[in-house]
């Protein structure tokens, strides 16, 4: 007999086919020294539950919208073919403002806004040779580089943050940095130690050290200054991401970039899964 109808109990004889099994088994197992087995009932959907489903309730509503446009427009026009026209291209630009304003994507999976620029100015540079990483955890924490960036003048963290405008961004003695009262050290030391994880973990896979430098990209208040270095850390407006990379020399050549993006993709896991 099957090994799929194996029973937890130790009998092979699956209790579900009773009706198949010879005259004289089936009286044995009506009767009341056989043991018996009891099944809890399988619960069917009823159609209230399905209708409070998501995926039925955005059709309920499609349709109602439909509806209603449609009525309307052919109450006015006297003409009920326009009407269902009417209707017809309401849900349709239903189905596609609904389709571009949501998202399957849980909210705190999605890039934010600074990430988003950052990202539109990184792809810019694949033209010139550059290759980029989204969103890479560090194994072991829960901490993860924003945007890697491997090209011809070296290996980079850009973590993007956008920070309140109505606060000023200011530096102390060259060493501390500040958003309005707040003290950004711990954002500093968390940049800091997220490149040199990364540069660690992908120097050991390369045969070789490879620094990558560390750097916030802030957006929302003004930076008073181009590039300033901060506990070991590149500080600087937003919309320079691109420049600060690109404005030095040349370090690396294309068959190293891409051994070390490879290497990069394998050592730092994609923080949400690849695709």
Do not use: C
């Not at 050991?204 to 208040?221: D, H, M, N, Q, T």
């Amino acid at each position: 007999m099957d090994s799929d109808n194996q029973r937890e109990d130790g009998h092979n004889a699956s209790p579900i086919w009773v009706s198949d099994r010879p005259e004289g088994e089936r009286t044995a197992a009506a009767t009341p020294s056989a043991p018996t087995t009891t099944y809890a009932p399988v619960e069917r959907a009823s159609v209230r539950d399905l209708l409070q489903e998501p995926r039925f309730r955005r059709m309920r509503n499609r349709a109602l919208v439909a509806i209603g446009v449609a009525i309307v427009v052919g109450f006015l026009l006297r003409d009920w073919r326009l009407g269902v026209t009417a209707g017809v291209v309401a849900a349709v630009f239903e189905a596609v403002y609904r389709a571009r304003s949501h998202s399957t994507v849980p909210a705190w999976r999605r890039a934010s806004v600074a990430e988003r620029r950052t990202e539109g100015q990184l792809r810019r540079l694949e033209r010139s040779g550059y290759r980029t990483l989204h969103a890479r955890a560090i194994p072991g924490s829960e901490a993860q580089i924003d945007h890697l960036v491997v090209g011809p003048t070296g290996v980079y963290a850009v973590d993007s943050e956008k920070w309140d405008k109505r606060l000023p961004v200011r530096v102390q003695s060259g060493k501390k940095l500040f958003h309005g009262p707040f003290d950004m050290k711990p954002r500093l030391t968390e940049a800091k130690w997220e490149a040199s994880q990364a540069s660690e973990l992908i120097s050991k896979a390369f045969g070789r050290e490879v620094v990558v430098v560390p750097s916030l990209a802030i957006y929302g208040p003004p930076v008073p200054w181009k590039i300033m270095t901060i506990r070991g850390v590149d500080v600087y407006q937003g919309d320079r991401a691109r420049k600060w990379i690109t404005k030095r020399e040349r370090a690396l050549t294309p068959a190293e970039i891409d051994r070390l993006y490879d290497i990069a993709a394998q050592v730092l896991p994609a923080r949400y899964g690849e695709g």
